[in-house]
């Protein structure tokens, strides 16, 4: 069994095989299919042609069940949604909503078990995490 990824508001899976499949909603209020990969630090995306983003737009993520809004409570430029791995253990992937930007972290018991990606020291030492 390969990780699940969850929307933590409908627990529905959001992923297709080694797709992480999102609405984005651009500055503009235009939305669009985005999809992620799965594999930690492969930052390559893919998305709807009629969607226009660019490297530094900020990107709002929204779940494609339920249309709940994956931001972080306390720092927008983050978004959030659930992993559970093959053991079954659950945790919070938290990530960069700014396009272009490299930042993962794996949150369990609100402390953060592993990062991936160039931008990591631009979140790190915030307070988001403590509302997780």
Same mark, same amino acid.
């Given at each position: 069994?390969?990780?699940?990824?969850? @929307? +933590?508001? *409908?627990?529905? %899976?959001?992923?297709?095989?080694? $797709?992480?499949? &999102?609405?984005?909603? #651009?500055?503009? =209020? !235009?939305?669009?299919?985005?999809?992620?990969?799965?594999?930690?630090?492969?930052?390559?995306?893919?998305?709807?042609?009629?969607?226009?983003?660019?490297?530094?737009?900020?990107?709002?993520?929204? @779940? +494609?069940? *339920?249309?709940? %809004?994956?931001?972080?409570?306390? $720092?927008?430029? &983050?978004?959030?949604? #659930?992993?559970? =791995? !093959?053991?079954?253990?659950?945790?919070?992937?938290?990530?960069?909503?700014?396009?272009?930007?490299?930042?993962?972290?794996?949150?369990?018991?609100?402390?953060?078990?592993?990062?991936?990606?160039?931008?990591?020291?631009?979140?790190?030492?915030?307070?988001?995490?403590?509302?997780?």
């Amino acid at each position: 069994m390969k990780n699940r990824y969850i @929307c +933590p508001k *409908c627990r529905n %899976n959001i992923n297709i095989e080694n $797709n992480i499949v &999102l609405i984005a909603k #651009n500055e503009f =209020d !235009q939305k669009g299919i985005i999809m992620l990969q799965t594999k930690f630090g492969d930052y390559s995306t893919k998305f709807s042609s009629d969607f226009t983003i660019i490297e530094g737009d900020k990107v709002k993520f929204l @779940c +494609p069940v *339920c249309h709940a %809004n994956l931001s972080n409570l306390k $720092n927008d430029c &983050l978004a959030s949604f #659930n992993i559970i =791995d !093959q053991s079954k253990k659950e945790s919070l992937l938290v990530f960069s909503q700014i396009y272009g930007e490299k930042c993962t972290y794996v949150i369990e018991d609100k402390v953060v078990k592993k990062s991936f990606g160039d931008d990591l020291g631009k979140y790190i030492d915030s307070d988001w995490i403590l509302l997780i």
